[in-house]
């Protein structure tokens, strides 16, 4: 596993740095390049790799905190909204409800219901999906009508 994941991958970067090397000389030979150049544009490519893979992380893990926040404040919501349970957030996206007191599962009466158990997405389009939802709805109701 070491031999596959660490030393295959520098193996190959350092073959494709020394082809780009190679390449790189002989077009500087024939243009009449400085000696450093091939040095320079390799070191160039290098870093714009490494800041493109930076930036990425950070956005990546700006996005994943985001998502935590996100997740907290609508765990926070539920639990304020039904203080005598417990509130688990399934994979499904759906809410889980447990009474502390009996300790089995929770149904909330429907007119109970709000946007936070209808939208099984988590970034932030649940109420657009309800909305469009009640207008699906309400047009499935006139045409079942006619």
């Known amino acids: 596993m070491f031999i596959e994941f660490v030393i295959v991958p520098i193996a190959g970067c350092l073959l494709i740095l020394t082809a780009a090397w190679r390449a790189l000389s002989a077009l500087g030979d024939a243009l009449h390049w400085s000696s450093w150049m091939p040095a320079a544009v390799i070191s160039a490519a290098i870093a714009v790799v490494a800041a493109t893979l930076l930036g990425l992380g950070l956005l ?51 007119e109970a219901q709000h946007s936070l158990t209808l939208g099984s997405t988590r970034d932030g389009s649940s109420r657009w999906m309800e909305l469009v939802s009640e207008d699906l709805r309400a047009s499935d109701e006139s045409r079942s009508r006619r």
């Open 60 to 110: 990546r893990s700006l996005q994943e905190e985001v998502r935590t926040r996100r997740e907290r404040r609508e765990q926070f919501a539920m639990e304020q909204r039904y203080p005598g349970c417990h509130v688990i957030r399934l994979s499904s996206g759906k809410w889980f409800l447990t009474d502390r007191s009996t300790g089995r599962e929770y149904q909330p009466p429907e």
